[in-house]
């Protein structure tokens, strides 16, 4: 706009924005910048917007990594971005003691997982460790890592956080068999310590030979073989110490199936809308029993899946009814609803279901019956005719699979048609002339 005249109004209070001089607000050929502030913004953060975009494109690896190391005292952020790393095709490799730099690496197109997110290794034990391998190379072992790093900066609690998140795989893959060794190669490397400082070293040490002094007959010693953690307490461990898993998933295996039984992830549960109901493949990590004013007995669960974590409520009513699948660890599938009280998002348990249970039907559909618009409304039919009324019933998802892409292209079909015996469906589609099967969702 231009200025084409001008009269006193007056004397009015105004916000001063803190300017004495001529400013681009008002520019010099007369034209007035309008919403100048707002804009200026918009532009800032446009730009931001664009850059972010462009290194996320066209360097992914490198871009992933910062976003990484920029939220490593965030465990839910963390695990967040590593699920994004997987829909991305980024690998993000567990720590490792002679490669990890303090922040997260890229290294080709993987992430190196960064010492620093690392419970129980502070910022000295860190420094100390990468100031030792820049020195005197890589270690060679757990009994190496001990004698070159003081044992008043890398504690117990540090090492056993090191072997438990995978940081020494590379030395030795048994993570039980450095656990056991752990106390023998603290002794040892402490009584080494003082025989350095004292100038004096045991014969036993030196092979006998009291003219050689050198350190390469000095072995770390080992305890008797044992079995390495079975894989489900080896993630355990590793989660207690990283706060989330790193080197696999519980749930990773499930693959296209739970993603189309179950589309929506945890982390984006707050999106949902409230009266809709949500299905989710998940852990339980955590179940609180109380007692209501009544006697009734109810329940608040800890759920995870791969993008992070979400309290869940079960009432008493549903509680009664699915308080057996509700176990430490058990995989689940759940329906519920999403209740945004109280400022916090959670999840209103309706139905659970160990995933070992859990079963679809799939309808195999090649391009002539998927563009027959008659064939498809007699489908419809059919699964109305097998589903319940009660919405809490309809448990069994269906899955339209289109024969004739390469790859086979898969589509969920909605609640409304989720029925609730599949054997009873299946023959009614076969029946009809469809291709029907049941499918578990676990291989």
Request: hydrophobic letters at 40%; charged letters at 25%.
């Amino acid at each position: 706009m231009r200025i084409v005249g001008k009269r006193s109004l007056g004397s009015h209070p105004v916000f001063d924005l803190g300017l004495s001089t001529i400013h681009n607000y008002l520019l010099a050929s007369g034209l007035i910048a309008s919403n100048c502030f707002n804009k200026s913004h918009s532009v800032a953060y446009g730009y931001v917007t664009y850059q972010t975009a462009y290194l996320k494109a066209n360097y992914p690896v490198e871009y992933m990594a910062a976003l990484l190391s920029s939220v490593s005292d965030d465990q839910s952020k963390i695990q967040r971005y590593i699920a994004s790393c997987r829909g991305l095709g980024i690998e993000v490799l567990p720590p490792d003691i002679n490669r990890s730099d303090i922040e997260f690496t890229p290294t080709g197109d993987r992430i190196l997982f960064g010492l620093a997110a690392i419970k129980n290794l502070g910022m000295g034990v860190i420094e100390a460790i990468l100031v030792s391998r820049a020195e005197d190379g890589a270690f060679q072992s757990l009994g190496d890592l001990c004698r070159r790093v003081d044992s008043r900066v890398l504690n117990r609690k540090g090492l056993e956080a090191l072997i438990q998140t995978g940081a020494l795989d590379g030395l030795e893959p048994n993570r039980r068999q450095l656990m056991q060794d752990l106390d023998l190669i603290l002794e040892w490397a402490s009584r080494r310590a003082r025989e350095q400082a004292s100038g004096q070293f045991s014969l036993f040490d030196v092979g006998g030979s009291a003219a050689s002094t050198t350190e390469e007959f000095a072995l770390p010693p080992r305890g008797e073989p044992v079995e390495d953690y079975a894989p489900q307490e080896k993630l355990r461990l590793e989660k207690e110490l990283l706060g989330f898993y790193v080197s696999d998933h519980p749930l990773r295996n499930l693959g296209r199936a739970a993603k189309l039984m179950a589309p929506v992830n945890l982390a984006d549960l707050d999106e949902s809308w409230e009266s809709k109901t949500v299905t989710a493949i998940a852990m339980v990590l955590e179940v609180k029993e109380i007692v209501t004013k009544k006697g009734d007995r109810m329940a608040i669960v800890q759920l995870e899946d791969l993008t992070g974590n979400i309290e869940a409520i079960a009432f008493p009513k549903s509680y009664e009814r699915v308080r057996s699948h509700l176990r430490l660890d058990q995989r689940v599938m759940v329906w519920g609803k999403v209740d945004r009280k109280d400022e916090q998002c959670q999840l209103v348990i309706d139905d659970v279901q160990p995933i070992e249970i859990v079963r679809m039907i799939r309808v195999d559909l090649d391009r002539e019956q998927a563009l027959d618009l008659q064939k498809l409304h007699h489908l419809r039919q059919v699964l109305q005719s097998q589903t319940s009324e009660h919405e809490r019933e309809r448990k069994i998802p269906i899955v339209a699979a289109f024969t004739d892409m390469q790859p086979w292209r898969f589509i969920r079909l909605g609640n409304q048609f989720w029925v609730n015996n599949d054997q009873q469906a299946v023959f009614a589609l076969q029946q009809a002339g469809f291709r029907a099967t049941c499918d578990r969702l676990t291989p």
